[in-house]
């Protein structure tokens, strides 16, 4: 079993950045691919991007590919979010996940997929 632990939220103005941790412990070694999604007052659980532990490919949704970046320290088994030019749409529950088995890249985006949840950190953008 993994253990998640998702850190960094915050109360932010538009165009600001802010960057989450998600630290793994457990049976981190395990893990193949970790992934961020997210839920906004009112909204279903959407996803944000995800990354493989092993070979760090990335995947992102259109809402923030080329302003958030997902990144991995595989000695600290911790993934980061770094959220750039944040938007008020940005406001929302963010949760990191964890998948020990390979599953392909469209695979990913989906969150019964993953098995181990952290228990999410609130990101709040004001305009």
């Known amino acids: 079993q993994v253990q998640l632990v998702e850190s960094g939220g915050g109360l932010m103005q538009a165009g600001s950045s802010l960057r989450l941790s998600c630290a793994a412990s457990?049976?981190?070694?395990?893990?193949?691919?970790m992934g961020w999604f997210r839920q906004a007052p009112g909204k279903a659980h959407e996803f944000v991007g995800s990354?493989?532990?092993?070979?760090?490919?990335?995947d992102y949704a259109d809402s923030v590919k080329g302003r958030f970046t997902i990144s991995r320290d595989n000695a600290k088994n911790t993934v980061y979010l770094q959220m750039n030019s944040l938007k008020p749409e940005d406001t929302a529950v963010y949760y990191c996940?964890?998948?020990?088995?390979?599953?392909?890249?469209?695979?990913?985006?989906?969150?019964?997929?993953?098995?181990?949840w952290g228990q999410g950190t609130q990101v709040t953008v004001s305009s």
């Open positions: 457990g049976r981190a070694f395990s893990i193949y691919a």
């Open positions: 996940a964890a998948r020990p088995q390979w599953a392909s890249t469209q695979a990913l985006r989906i969150m019964s997929n993953f098995g181990s």
């Open positions: 990354i493989t532990w092993g070979g760090g490919s990335t």
